[in-house]
Antibody
Framework: QVQLVQSGAEVKKPGASVKVSCKAS????????INWVRQAAGQGLEWMGW????????GYAQKVQDRLTMARDTSISTVYMELRSLRSEDTAVYYC???????????WGQGTLVTVSS | SYELTQPPSVSVSPGQTASITCSGN??????VCWYQQKPGQSPVLVIY???KRPSGIPERLSGYNSGNTATLTISGTQALDEADYYC?????????FGGGTKLTVL
C-alpha cells in the first residue's frame, strides 16, 4: 500500500535551517507530485509547495518561497524539504502528501514536528 | 490571492445531518476536496472532485459545489465523525485550504 514515512522531530534555533525527508513506498515514486503542508499548533493547514519527483520541477507558496527548497533522490524514493532562516512562527507539524491524478492528496505522511526556539 | 472561508465550528446531534460550507469566489468553477483530521492524526481525504468518495469513505459523507459555495454534508452523524474538516482547491497552480471547521457531535 502507499506509504509516506517522514523523518523525526527537530528542534532548531532561530536563524538555523531544517531539512525534513519523506520516503515513499508502495507506488512508482516518479509518477506523483509530493506536496508539503504545515500546521501550527491549534491552527489550520498551510500549503508550502510541490515537487515533481520525475522532472525535479518545483512550485512554492509565495509566503515561504525565499526560504524554501525541495529536492529529491529518486534512488531511494525520497523527497526533501529544507526551510532556512527559521523563525518562531515556523514552529509546526510538517506533512508531506502525495498528489494523485485527480489533483487531491490521497496519502499523507505521519508529520514531523519542527520546533524553533532559542 | 484566492481565499476559502469556512465556519470555525459546527455542532450536530447524533443521527442528525451536519453541513459544512466552504466559500470562495466562483468556487463552482474549481474542483473541491475535503479532508478530515482527528486530533493527533494526519488529514484524510474524504471527498474529491466536489462529490466523489475515496474507497473506504462511508456514503454518509457527500459533497456539492456550485456558485460560490461548496458543502460537505454528513448524514446520520456519528460520534466518530467528530473532527476538523478542511476544504481545498487549486488556484493558478497553487493549493488553497479553507481555515477548517471543527465538527462537534453533541
Amino acid at each position: 500500500q502507499v506509504q509516506l514515512v517522514q523523518s523525526g522531530a527537530e528542534v532548531k534555533k532561530p536563524g538555523a535551517s531544517v531539512k525534513v525527508s519523506c520516503k515513499a513506498s508502495g507506488y512508482t515514486f516518479t509518477r506523483h507530485d509530493i506536496n508539503w503542508v504545515r500546521q501550527a499548533a491549534g491552527q489550520g493547514l498551510e500549503w508550502m509547495g510541490w515537487m515533481n519527483p520525475n522532472s525535479g520541477d518545483t512550485g512554492y507558496a509565495q509566503k515561504v518561497q525565499d526560504r524554501l527548497t525541495m529536492a529529491r533522490d529518486t534512488s531511494i524514493s525520497t523527497v526533501y524539504m529544507e526551510l532556512r532562516s527559521l523563525r518562531s512562527e515556523d514552529t509546526a507539524v510538517y506533512y508531506c502528501a502525495r498528489r494523485n491524478h485527480i489533483n487531491s492528496f490521497d496519502s499523507w505522511g505521519q508529520g514531523t514536528l519542527v520546533t524553533v526556539s532559542s | 490571492s484566492y481565499e476559502l472561508t469556512q465556519p470555525p465550528s459546527v455542532s450536530v446531534s447524533p443521527g442528525q445531518t451536519a453541513s459544512i460550507t466552504c466559500s470562495g469566489n466562483k468556487l463552482g468553477d474549481k474542483y473541491v476536496c475535503w479532508y478530515q483530521q482527528k486530533p493527533g492524526q494526519s488529514p484524510v481525504l474524504v471527498i474529491y472532485q466536489d462529490n466523489k468518495r475515496p474507497s473506504g469513505i462511508p456514503e454518509r459523507l457527500s459533497g456539492y459545489n456550485s456558485g460560490n459555495t461548496a458543502t460537505l454534508t454528513i448524514s446520520g452523524t456519528q460520534a466518530l465523525d467528530e473532527a476538523d474538516y478542511y476544504c481545498q482547491a487549486w488556484d493558478s497552480n497553487t493549493v488553497v485550504f479553507g481555515g477548517g471547521t471543527k465538527l462537534t457531535v453533541l
